[in-house]
């Protein structure tokens, strides 16, 4: 007969679930608030409107002894501006940046974006590029990206990504609900996905922080953490529903949870470990390589990844407690009414 | 649950290896100079435009036309033509009936010119086909709210259309009649179109008639492209056009003409250019991630869990290399699946959540171990308890992938038409790049259960056959050392109390 070994050392979970929730509370508090500050930026893809991305690189003719190569490489953003104004007659913002190669170059990049959600012509981007030539004649141009989005496919994208979110959501609590009868399925359901709304607001406020705008990107960040976060979600339920028969009916919804979450710990910091591992990676060599739309993904996820880890910890659980412990009462209340009562006839 | 034969490790492994080369690889004959592909490899993957850099564009008539369905298709035929004509196969083109689009996105050819208007415009190249009585110097087109137009001459005189594009079914270049001359073959429709109540060939009939010995000047847009002189009434609607033309000029005349069917100009709605270089940092800076990340998730669950961690990752490479074949299409025969850099993301999700089912089934396993289960016993109980979390959570996954398919993929899927009832309200849009990630995601999902659940269970179970690996601490039990320091512990607090 081999000895059980099992370390019943337990982390207090639900006795602390007030100060775990004030806390998940203040931050979101706080994404309010900046996000009220800030305002938050939609792509184009949902608004409409139009921009261009140039790479600009100073001409073979300029001999690499010539003092002022670097000055030809100067541009000024109001110059381009007004070429962009002649070309499109739209009014334009101009960001230059920088970036390294994957031959261990660098790569210096100018992104036009029209104000207004007005779309341009498809031979707009190479008449700018002409344009611009003409005006600073020491530099080559080429065209990376265009893009000019329609006002309407725009808001049309939009809400198909909204009704995809709120799809999601509705076939998971019925899934959950379903799944976790003997829990309590609609408390279940409903608290997992309290959880999930939290971890979407964080990756939500990662973008307004970031100055990210609201992209496809986003939609995807938020589906692969609404999928993450329930998958953490469950398993603890998982865990609850086992060990309901296991600690039969009289163990308290606090006991059965915190047992519950303790005998997952292991899982819930080793995935999410590896998890964040992974993000964290994408997240350095993207940042390396400057690969904007690589960054605007993985910064929010590893965000949401963290967010689903403390809310599949700390918040579904606290709150199905609750939520169960205040249902008993009520019942409990009634109960002992009715008998009250049924004196009182007697 | 018997614990499995020995030699199922090494049948599951190698299958797994074989499965993770070919996929990584492809397999390819050699036939003198000639390659064939048998199974294709990492390289034949199809990449989407994001990474390839390429071209997306929404092409819809002119904002005051409703065309019917029949027109749309009709025009998305002949933007087929034009794609295959200037050498694009890869090309993707949904028509979207309801909202009257036609949504195509293509790679930029290897060392291609990145001409985006040129490219957009000779696809859109629009496409007013006109056959006029007499030869007016010049014509003006003019469209009418009611989809009517109205063609005025030079002096601003109504002309006589006698056909239009879509009275034309086929012209064809070849050579013409006994003398071989070369020409162009017309054939005109024979049915009666929608709103109309002639065919084609009465229409040209009555033309030639009335035109005889005059000329039928031929009109694209607003340009003139040919005026033949009619020699003859022409009543069973095939007329041979010639002249002075050579094969090229014939041929060009031709497929003017059968441009011309297309039944209503084209504008472009919105488009959207990448270039390839762009999107060739991007994977490099994706692949070169995923290495690092791989590597150290496999050093972690060796380290961590020992024999289950390292069976991980076998099955971890499995899931990889399962998805690549997905993407690929694995078998020549197969249609290969464009991979955009979201669909990537989508395989670094799903290998997580392989991640995730192993280390569950690993922690459930040590966990019956130290309650004091045997090794056979502990391997049962851990498989057998830890599926009913993988199961929840992978299904919850599916219902992601299954959603991002049909809100994001083409048409006239499955999954779209599953989501009509939510969806009928919105038309198909160009974001291939999620439908990708929906895709990789279902799959990898699919793989998890292969992989992280069948796999992993059969070569632990095999695996602890073997007699210098029946060591309890290799599957996660503490040590003796531990133990021991665990009994003292707890006859220390028994004898407090």
Redesign the interface.
């Known amino acids: 007969?081999?000895?059980?070994?099992?370390?019943r050392k337990e982390f207090k979970f639900l006795e602390n679930r007030k100060k775990f929730l004030l806390v998940a509370l203040c931050v979101i508090c706080l994404g309010v608030i900046f996000n009220l500050f800030c305002g938050v930026k939609l792509d184009i893809k949902f608004t409409g409107g139009a921009m261009l991305k140039y790479?600009y690189s100073l001409d073979k003719s300029v001999s690499a002894s010539d003092v002022s190569a670097s000055d030809y490489m100067k541009l000024d953003k109001a110059k381009v501006a007004a070429v962009v104004k002649d070309v499109t007659s739209l009014d334009s913002a101009i960001t230059l940046a920088q970036s390294a190669?994957?031959e261990g170059g660098v790569k210096n990049t100018v992104t036009v974006s029209m104000s207004g959600k007005k779309?341009i012509?498809?031979?707009a981007?190479?008449q700018v590029a002409a344009k611009l030539t003409e005006q600073f004649p020491k530099v080559n141009f080429?065209?990376?990206?265009?893009?000019?989005?329609?006002a309407t496919?725009g808001s049309?994208?939009f809400?198909?990504?909204l009704?995809?979110v709120i799809?999601?959501a509705f076939?998971?609590i019925v899934?959950?609900a379903l799944?976790f009868k003997k829990i309590g399925g609609m408390s279940a359901g409903v608290t997992a996905i309290i959880a999930i709304i939290h971890d979407c607001l964080i990756v939500y406020f990662t973008f307004v922080i970031f100055g990210f705008s609201i992209d496809?990107?986003f939609?995807?960040v938020l589906?692969?953490i609404?999928?993450?976060s329930?998958?953490?979600t469950?398993?603890i339920y998982?865990?609850i529903?086992?060990n309901r028969t296991v600690m039969g009916p009289k163990a308290s919804y606090a006991e059965l949870a915190n047992r519950s979450l303790n005998?997952?710990l292991?899982?819930t910091i080793?995935?999410n470990?590896?998890?964040l591992?992974?993000?964290l990676?994408?997240v350095?060599?993207?940042y390396?390589?400057d690969?904007r739309?690589?960054i605007t993904?993985a910064v929010p996820m590893m965000a949401g990844v963290i967010a689903g880890a403390y809310s599949s910890m700390f918040i579904s659980n606290a709150l199905w407690v609750t939520w169960r412990e205040y249902r008993d009462d009520k019942l409990a209340q009634k109960k002992a009414q009715s008998f009250v009562s049924g004196k009182k006839s007697k | 649950m018997k614990r499995v034969g020995k030699p199922w490790f090494f049948v599951v492994a190698l299958l797994i290896f074989a499965l993770a080369f070919t996929s990584f690889f492809g397999v390819y004959e050699q036939n003198g100079d000639l390659q064939t592909t048998v199974i294709r490899g990492a390289k034949d993957i199809r990449w989407g435009t994001d990474i390839q850099g390429g071209v997306n564009v929404i092409f819809g008539p002119e904002a005051k036309i409703d065309a019917t369905d029949a027109q749309i298709d009709s025009a998305k035929s002949i933007l087929e033509i034009r794609l295959v004509s200037s050498g694009v196969t890869d090309y993707e083109l949904y028509a979207d009936k309801d909202n009257d689009r036609l949504l195509v996105s293509f790679p930029w050819k290897d060392n291609d010119s990145q001409n985006v208007s040129g490219t957009i415009k000779s696809l859109s190249q629009s496409a007013e086909l006109l056959f006029i009585g007499g030869a007016p110097t010049s014509i003006h087109i003019e469209y009418n709210e009611d989809g009517t137009k109205t063609v005025t001459n030079q002096d601003g005189e109504p002309v006589d259309i006698v056909i239009e594009g879509k009275d034309v079914k086929s012209a064809v270049s070849g050579a013409i009649g006994e003398k071989n001359e070369i020409g162009v073959n017309l054939e005109l429709t024979t049915t009666v179109a929608e709103g109309e109540t002639q065919t084609g060939a009465e229409k040209f009939a009555a033309g030639t008639e009335k035109y005889i010995n005059q000329q039928i000047s031929i009109w694209m847009d607003e340009e003139c492209i040919s005026a033949p002189r009619v020699n003859s009434v022409i009543a069973d609607g095939k007329a041979q056009i010639t002249g002075s033309f050579d094969a090229a000029s014939a041929k060009d005349l031709a497929d003017k003409i059968n441009a011309g069917a297309l039944p209503f100009k084209l504008v472009t709605i919105d488009y959207s250019s990448v270039d390839p270089t762009l999107g060739s940092d991007a994977l490099a800076a994706m692949l070169l991630a995923g290495i690092i990340a791989f590597s150290l998730i496999c050093v972690f669950m060796i380290v961590y869990y020992r024999l289950p961690g390292f069976v991980a990752c076998i099955c971890l490479l499995g899931q990889v290399a399962g998805t690549i074949a997905a993407v690929s299409g694995y078998f020549a025969a197969f249609d290969s699946f464009t991979l955009t850099l979201p669909g990537i993301a989508g395989i670094i999700l799903s290998v997580g959540m392989g991640v995730d089912a192993n280390i569950i089934t690993a922690e459930r396993i040590r966990e019956e171990l130290r309650k004091g289960k045997t090794l056979d016993g502990a391997i049962k109980a851990g498989s057998a308890n830890s599926f009913s979390a993988i199961f929840d959570s992978n299904i919850t996954n599916i219902i992601v992938s299954v959603i991002l398919m049909g809100v994001f993929g083409p048409p006239d899927t499955v999954w779209s038409t599953l989501l009509y009832p939510f969806l009928w309200m919105f038309g198909p849009s160009t974001t291939g790049a999620i439908y990708s990630f929906g895709y990789t995601l279902l799959v990898g999902v699919i793989l998890n259960f292969i992989m992280g659940v069948a796999a992993s269970r059969i070569m632990i179970s095999s695996l602890s056959g073997f007699k210098i690996l029946r060591s309890r601490t290799l599957y996660g039990d503490y040590s003796e050392k531990k133990k021991a320091e665990l009994e003292a512990a707890r006859t220390k607090e028994a004898a407090l109390n």
Request: charged share 20%; aromatic share 8%; with cysteine.
């Open positions: 007969m081999v000895k059980s070994y099992v370390d790479s190669t994957s779309t012509t498809e031979d981007g190479e080429s065209l990376l990206e265009s893009n000019s989005v329609d496919t049309e994208f809400g198909k990504c009704v995809a799809l999601a076939f998971m899934y959950v799944r496809d990107n939609i995807a589906l692969t609404i999928g993450y329930i998958n953490s469950i398993i998982d865990r529903r086992e005998e997952t292991g899982r080793n995935t470990l590896t998890l591992a992974a993000v990676t994408i350095i060599v993207a390396v390589y690969i739309s690589i993904f």
